[in-house]
């Protein structure tokens, strides 16, 4: 069974950084792209940023020139560095990754951005 475990949320004063890590819990052959959604109080989950397996990244938005998603192909884990936090930031945080044919999610992680 494949798990997303994902690390690194938490509590940040607006301007300030966190990074959140999203590992896959075993070794697995065939990752599509790894990414980042987020959902808000009484709103929809969106996409945050996606790295394809061959480096291709992409944003949304709101989060262009402030967030920068890599990764580490050897342990099967994906970053998403998080600078200049902003309030509206404010979410839980959800890895998600295609792994051959299969989706998966993890469990979500708290980023609270507050004064």
């Known amino acids: 069974q494949v798990h997303l475990v994902e690390s690194g949320g938490g509590m940040a004063r607006p301007g300030e950084s966190l990074r959140l890590s999203c590992a896959v819990s075993?070794?697995?052959?065939?990752?599509?792209?790894m990414g980042w959604y987020r959902q808000a109080p009484g709103k929809e989950r969106e996409l945050v940023a996606r790295?394809?397996?061959?480096?291709?990244?992409n944003y949304a938005d709101s989060v262009k020139g402030r967030f920068t998603i890599s990764r580490d192909t050897a342990k099967s884990t994906a970053y998403l560095q998080m600078n200049s936090l902003k309030p509206e930031d404010t979410a839980v945080y959800y890895c998600n990754a295609l792994l051959s044919s299969s989706d998966y999610w993890g469990q979500g992680t708290q980023v609270t951005v507050s004064s």
């Open positions: 075993r070794s697995v052959f065939g990752i599509v792209y």
């Open positions: 790295i394809t397996a061959i480096g291709t990244t």
